[in-house]
Structures are given as C-alpha cells and as structure tokens.
C-alpha cells in the first residue's frame, strides 16, 4: 500500500506517524502545489491532506487511488462527486479536537474581556513603576458572571463551550444554523435575538450554504456595541470588510479570530487596518493544534486506513 501525505507540515514534526510505515510505503511531503499532486499521487493509494483541494484536475487519472483521509473535520476541499464517479472512498475526522477548540475559544475571550493586552503593555511599558498606586484599572473591564453568551452552532464545539459557560455563571442561548429542533437542556433561539440579547457571541459552525456571509454588516449592527464577537468556526462565516467597520466604528467591542477568510491571512485583508489589541486579536489557525489534539487526530486516521482496507 502507498500512502501519500500532500501537506505533512500542517500536522507538525513533533507527531509519531511512524505507525502509518507499519501498514504501508509512507512518502511525506511538507506542502504540495496543485500542479504538484497529479504527479506526487500517480501510484498511491491512500492520500492524506487537510486543505488540498482534491478534486478530477488535482487528482487526474490516479489508477489506484482509493481513500482520501482529511485529517480535519471540514470537507469542502473534496470535490465527493467527482470522488464517488470514481468509487474513491474519503474519510474525515469530527470531534479530536471539541477540548482544544473550547479552551481557545476562552483564551481569545479572556484576553479581550480584561483588556489583557492594555495591561501587559501597561506594565512592561514602565508605567507601573513610576505609578503612585498599587492598582491602575483606568481601562474597565467586567466580570463574566451574569453575562449573556451567544453560540451559533451547537454541535460537540459548541455544547462543549456552552457548558464551561455555564460554570462561569453565563446564560447561554444558541442559534442553530442547520435549523435542528432545539436540544434539550439549552436554550434555542433565532438568529436576531442571539445577536442583539448576547454580550458574547462566539461562532461554532460548519461552512456551508446556510452559514456563508452569515456575519455580515446587518449582523454586526444588531450586536451590542459592548459585545466581544469570537469566530473558531470558519472564516468565510464572517464578512471581514464588515467585521473591520463594526470594529472601527464601535458597533461591537471587540472581536477575536482563529479562522480567516483566506489562509495564509492576505496583504490586503481589511483587519490588517486594526492594530489595537484591545479590540482585535488573531491566532493563525491554531484552535485545532495542541500536541494533544494532532496527536489524537493522526491516530483516527491511522485506524480509519487500517479500518478501509481490512474490509475492503
């Protein structure tokens, strides 16, 4: 069996695979261009990508290709009509990463909710030495208790997030995008009393037809101009034009991100125009990548490979 890793730099060096060695002849490649794969998959027949577009020109004839492991939860990279016209199964992987898309779904909160970075830079900036008191709070903040969040999908992200919520002492509502019955225990709303009930409103949902654009400039209008928007789902949810104005013009508060419409992030992406800290902070997709997670994710992709062919 030849399994090909298209994109082996987005799992990182410092993960074991060398169990795939054990089922198969393994050839790495650290980053793939699309000119590049028809070739570098010609005799495989397993592929292993996160954000490779496979689709009937990436692939070409491929004869023996015949699982494609996504080693992610979004799908949108596969063309799965093309892939079913040629009886090429595909697999990808939900749920590796619910603990780690929730604790940094936290962090951005917390750094933008106390002003982390107006404090920091306080401190580090002299201030606090030459000040006469102890404490210099000049730049309010508030406490989370009592606070309204929003979550726009519930799925595992989600409900994970509404529960640690919950413990900080937060009245969550949700927003389903699929338009699923409410699910017991959480408190199901539409889409404008979320944005105009919620302090917080922090996105946990799936790209497709219904959530495209979703977080436009009459979304952000609606929120409250002291509410911090957090967006860990994916970026083409949200109009960054809009986002940058909402932001500038103080129509929300604060935003954080770990997704973005285009990644690598573009020279010309409007949210480069904001450099304050305080109301803006960006990670660059890294919600998904604790040691942990990477970990857990590449051992389900071994064992669906394992799983395929043993039946097959």
């Known amino acids: 069996m030849n399994i090909v890793f298209l994109d082996a730099d987005s799992i990182g060096s410092d993960i074991d695979l060398s169990g795939f060695s054990e089922i198969g002849n393994v050839t790495r490649y650290g980053y793939t261009r699309e000119t590049e794969m028809p070739e ?20 070409g004839d491929a004869p023996r290709l015949r699982l494609v492991c996504v080693t992610a939860t979004g799908t949108n990279n596969l063309d799965k009509g093309f892939l079913e016209g040629r009886g090429i199964a595909w697999r990808n992987v939900a749920g590796y990463s619910t603990e780690n898309v929730a604790q940094h779904t936290f962090s951005l909160l917390f750094y933008l909710l106390e002003k982390m ?38 799925g595992n992200i989600g409900r994970r997030v509404a529960d640690i919520a919950k413990v900080f002492g937060c009245r969550v509502i949700y ?26 409103v922090s996105v946990h949902a799936p790209l ?24 860990v789902g994916r970026g083409p949810i ?27 992030m573009t020279e010309d992406n409007p949210l480069r125009r904001i450099t304050d800290s305080t109301k803006l902070v960006i990670t ?25 062919f043993a039946k097959s």
């Open 238 to 264: 949200v109009v960054e034009e809009d986002l940058a104005y909402a932001l500038e013009n103080g129509e929300i508060a604060a935003a954080g991100l770990d997704v973005l419409r285009e990644e690598p």
């Open 40 to 59: 570098r998959i010609r005799e495989a027949d397993v592929i292993v990508v996160n954000k490779m577009e496979v689709n009937a020109q990436t692939v």
């Open 284 to 308: 660059p997709h890294i919600a998904w990548a604790s040691v942990e997670a990477r970990t857990r994710l590449m051992g389900i992709v071994l064992n669906q490979i394992k799983e395929f």
């Open 175 to 200: 927003y389903s995008t699929s338009g699923s019955p409410a699910q017991e225990g959480y408190n199901q709303v539409d889409l404008d009393t979320l944005l105009t009930a919620a302090d917080i």
């Open 117 to 154: 970075s107006y404090y920091d830079d306080y401190v580090k900036s002299g201030k606090y030495v030459a000040d006469e008191s102890f404490t210099h709070f000049s730049n309010v903040f508030h406490e989370l208790q009592g606070l309204t969040w929003g979550i726009i999908g519930l």
């Open 208 to 231: 497709n037809e219904n959530t495209q654009d979703l977080m436009d400039r009459t979304a952000f209008q609606k929120m409250k101009n002291s509410a911090i928007f957090i967006n």
